[in-house]
């Protein structure tokens, strides 16, 4: 699996958690949901994502979107 895939599905299941975190302890989670969707516009549009550089560093093969 690329780094692409790695993060989609890190995002994926970090919204997932916080969602169900929201229902079952407090609406400040969706506040954490709110951060991560900010965190994915921001790298659509500076190609800067923490987790694709941490997963880079592992040597996952990279995709196209983070090259």
């Known amino acids: 699996m690329s780094i692409d895939r790695w993060v ?3 995002d994926g299941i ?3 958690i916080s969602l169900a975190l929201a229902q079952l ?3 400040y989670w969706l506040w954490f949901t709110a951060l991560l969707g900010g965190m994915m516009i921001q790298a659509a549009f500076t190609r800067f994502c ?3 550089r941490t997963l880079k ?3 996952i093969k990279s995709g ?3 090259n």
């Open 50 to 52: 923490p987790i694709a």
């Open 64 to 66: 196209p979107a983070f």
């Open 8 to 10: 989609l599905f890190f």
């Open 14 to 16: 970090l919204v997932l």
């Open 57 to 59: 560093a592992l040597g």
């Open 25 to 27: 302890l407090s609406a």
